[in-house]
């Protein structure tokens, strides 16, 4: 059995998503995002040296990391979740890369990390309406950003569920509240996000109470 390496409500959610939508059966570790710590108190960075999530064990011991080349090995191995022709994958891996370029790097990261400098934010937001605005064009009267489901939605609705946590009001692009209401009713998206909702809750209040896994 594959194991994901995941943090939850981070982008390795957009992984537990594809592993719902595809019925493939995972085991899923958590990583604590503050301490880098597994449950077990043993550090991930001995997994993975950047302590980042995703990180997915294959069978054979073989680790991957980075989310969009983890969501393909997924698609490309399950022949699902992305289209089958040349230009179509084409197509797929210019959302993915988008998605974790242009939106998480350059918006989402500056304005959810708690240390950045007030420049970084506000370069991020000043970036983000031009990318948003994109978005949205490309969004608008249609479900999906390819001709169906994919795993560059799986990622997407990820890093723009996180907008509930910056000053982003997504509301302002109808085409991009429409998509993520379209997500959440698609039945392992929300699975996933319940899942792993509860599961940020007890984190949160581990950093408040100072009961974080053991060092």
């Known amino acids: 059995m594959q194991t994901l390496y995941f943090s939850p409500l981070a982008c390795s959610l957009a992984t537990r998503i594809t592993f719902l939508e595809l019925g493939i059966e995972a085991e899923f570790i958590e990583v604590n995002g503050k301490t880098k710590r597994l449950r077990d108190g043993s550090d991930y960075r001995a997994i993975h040296a950047l302590g980042l999530v995703p990180a997915l064990r294959l069978d054979d011991g073989r680790l991957i990391t980075e989310n969009a080349a983890i969501l393909q090995y997924l698609a490309e191995a399950s ?43 506000a370069f991020a937001l000043e970036k983000s309406d031009a990318r948003l605005a994109y978005l949205a064009e490309r969004l608008e009267g249609r479900e999906y950003l390819l001709e169906a489901f994919s795993v560059a939605d799986a990622y997407l609705f990820t890093v723009l569920n996180w907008a509930q946590v910056t000053p982003i009001e997504l509301r302002r692009w109808p085409a991009l509240a429409a998509y993520m209401q379209r997500m959440l009713a698609r039945p392992n998206v929300r699975r996933a996000v319940d899942a792993e909702r509860e599961l940020y809750q007890r984190e949160i209040t581990e950093r408040q109470t100072g009961a974080l896994p053991p060092q």
């Open 79 to 121: 022949q699902a979740l992305a289209p089958a022709d040349l230009l179509g994958r084409t197509e797929l891996r210019q959302w993915l890369s988008f998605v974790g370029s242009e939106l998480q790097k350059t918006v989402f990261i500056p304005l959810m990390t708690a240390d950045a400098p007030d420049g970084a934010r």
